[in-house]
């Protein structure tokens, strides 16, 4: 089950209202699940968003049970919300879920740097019962993801 999460090698997009707020093309796959995302470069540029997603993986790799990769990403000065992929490691097996995390529903202010404690513990149905969407990788598919960035991302030379 390959597990990635990358750009796009597409042209930047301008879906905002304002007409300069620039958006990149992203793919997050897991397994044979393939997700399209546009996240907003408003704040963020593309490289902060691949250092967020590499930290989030190291996270999880290294001993936490779990994390999550933000695919949009605006502060609560600028925007009502941010959009992830929580990761929760069970076993041998990673589970991931699309959730809105909303500034205003959260007991402190948000954070970026401290974003994880935002994490809700892994939870499989709603309030009504019903099974919450989430996507299954192996762990080993999540270590060899991390081998390849590192990889790609050491100097050349």
Same mark, same amino acid.
């Given at each position: 089950m390959p597990f990635s999460i990358a750009f796009q090698k597409e042209p930047l997009l301008y879906p905002y209202e304002d007409g300069t707020t620039a958006a990149a093309n992203g793919l997050l796959i897991l397994g044979d699940f393939k997700?399209? *995302?546009?996240?907003? +470069?408003y704040q963020w540029s593309r490289e902060q968003y691949q250092s967020q997603w590499r930290n989030a993986v190291e996270v999880l790799l290294n001993g936490k049970d779990k994390a999550a990769l933000i695919t949009t990403y605006g502060s609560p000065e600028v925007a009502t919300h941010l959009e992830w992929w929580p990761m929760?490691?069970?076993?041998?097996?990673? *589970?991931?879920?699309?959730?809105?995390? *909303?500034?205003?529903? +959260?007991?402190?202010?948000f954070?970026?740097?401290? $974003? *994880?404690?935002? +994490?809700?513990?892994?939870?499989?149905?709603?309030?009504?019962?019903? $099974?919450?969407?989430?996507?299954?990788?192996?762990?080993?598919e999540v270590e060899a993801f991390a081998r390849k960035v590192i990889r790609e991302s050491a100097p050349r030379g």
């Open positions: 997700e399209q *995302f546009l996240a907003s +470069l929760y490691l069970v076993g041998n097996e990673v *589970f991931l879920q699309n959730r809105l995390l *909303f500034y205003d529903q +959260l007991p402190e202010p954070c970026v740097e401290n $974003a *994880f404690s935002f +994490l809700r513990n892994r939870c499989t149905t709603n309030a009504e019962g019903e $099974a919450i969407s989430e996507w299954r990788v192996g762990l080993s």
